[in-house]
Structures are given as structure tokens and as C-alpha cells.
């Protein structure tokens, strides 16, 4: 099993900057792509970025692309994201995810589906 815990979330300015961090414990060898999501009050959960197992390749949601940057560190067990220029539609619960196994689809990766490891979320909040 793994375990994922995220931080760093909080109440920011619209145009401020936060870094999330998921720290993974657990199974941490059994982890492949890790990635963030987020869900606003009344919508479903959507794919921010994820990133890959040995952090050379990320995709972005066309939303945060140039903006926001996803990292890791296996040395640490741990994901980042870091998240410039926040307006007030960033507003959302962040959840950090890690899938199992690795993907044999490249439309996985957007697919909450796909992961079999989650956070508790952490809440962003911009205002305007």
C-alpha cells in the first residue's frame, strides 16, 4: 500500500504563487506516474499535471499550462507542484494521486480512474 499526504495549500491573492507538496509513504517502489488534480465546488475532479516515474516527462492542463510546474523527487518520495500566477478560478481542493502500474494508454494519465493511490486534498484558495 501507499500512503499520500499533501501540504502546502492555504488562501493566496490572486497573481501570488504556493507549492504543494505530496509526500508518498508506504510501497513507494511500487509508484509509477504521479499527478495533481483539483475540485471546485460543484464540478468534478479535473487533471491539472502529472508527471512521470523518472520525472523526464509532464503533461499539463491547457488551464495551467505556463503557470504551473510539476516536479519530483524520488530520493524524497515526494511530488510538488508549483503554482504562479494563481487567479481565482485555481480555487479548488488539490489532490495528489500515484498510479500502481504504468500506463499502456496515453489517455490515462487525465483519467482519475487511473490512479490507484489518492490524498486527502488540500484546499486552494485565490481571491480576487
Known amino acids: 500500500q501507499v500512503q499520500l499526504v499533501e501540504s502546502g495549500g492555504g488562501l493566496v491573492p490572486a497573481g501570488g504563487s504556493l507549492r504543494l507538496s505530496c509526500a508518498a509513504s508506504?510501497?513507494?517502489?511500487?509508484?509509477?506516474?504521479m499527478a495533481w488534480f483539483r475540485q471546485a465546488p460543484g464540478k468534478e475532479r479535473e487533471f491539472v499535471a502529472s508527471?512521470?516515474?523518472?520525472?523526464?516527462?509532464?503533461y499539463y492542463a491547457d488551464s495551467v499550462k505556463g503557470r504551473f510546474t510539476i516536479t519530483r523527487d524520488n530520493a524524497k518520495n515526494t511530488a510538488y507542484l508549483q503554482m504562479n500566477s494563481l487567479k481565482p478560478e485555481d480555487t479548488a481542493v488539490y489532490y495528489c494521486a500515484a498510479a500502481g502500474t504504468p500506463f499502456l494508454n496515453t489517455r490515462s494519465k487525465y483519467l482519475p480512474s487511473s490512479y490507484a493511490y489518492w490524498g486527502q486534498g488540500t484546499q486552494v484558495t485565490v481571491s480576487s
Open positions: 508527471i512521470s516515474q523518472s520525472g523526464c516527462t509532464t
Open positions: 508506504g510501497r513507494t517502489s511500487s509508484i509509477y506516474t
